[in-house]
């Protein structure tokens, strides 16, 4: 998929639930994973000629994981015209030394938004775009389902009081397995993770779930994705403003 579609997808997104502002500011949390660059290449590409005039600029929390080197990010945001922020903190050491979390991932998301936060805030930013995409919308809904007994999701777009800074996720309409191709076709930088629980989450095992799934039902995610539209789930109706 090239530039100018899959960026068609992510402003169909952001229209249908009015996520992009006359006078919005707009940080992108850029973990280098081919998610959040993705995003950020198409919000870069949106901004010349979206109806709001958005401003764009990218923010990586550096959480002290070993071997780590957001260089690439940072020469593509430079060429690019993209302003770009690394905060350094001390997360890892945290959540795996100091507090030795048994299940990590949670402790170590909520530090990781609480610093994104603050920083964009910081930034003069009122919206903080975020990668998840289709397949994570899928997923966190039956992790929610099967592991909680709760139906529900993360909301397309969240205004978040306490932090006063707006959360959307423009590329709902595109799947995992798109973005992953079409980062590659632009040749975008990427930055290996090296978090000891990376494909060791629960939400893997949800990842292997559905996949079994799919070999009998292959259109099991676009269902599960429609119902959550079509209940919809708090946040998830499309009316105009």
Known sequence: MDLNRFTGFVRRCADDYHMLLPGDRVAVGVSGGKDSMALL???RHLRRYHPSRFELEAVTIDMGFPGMEFGPVGAWCEAN???????RTDIREIVFDARGEE???SLCSKMRRGALNDAIKARGCNKLALGHHFDDAVETFLMNLLFTGQIGCFKPSTYMSRADVTQIRPMLYLGEGTIASFVRGEGLPLVPTTCPEDKES???EIKTLIKRLGADYPDLKDKVFGAMQRLPLDGWGKDPV
């Open 41 to 43: 290449a198409a919000l």
């Open 81 to 87: 015209e993209v302003p770009y922020t690394i905060i």
């Open 103 to 105: 299940n990590p991932c």
């Open 202 to 204: 629960k939400r893997e």
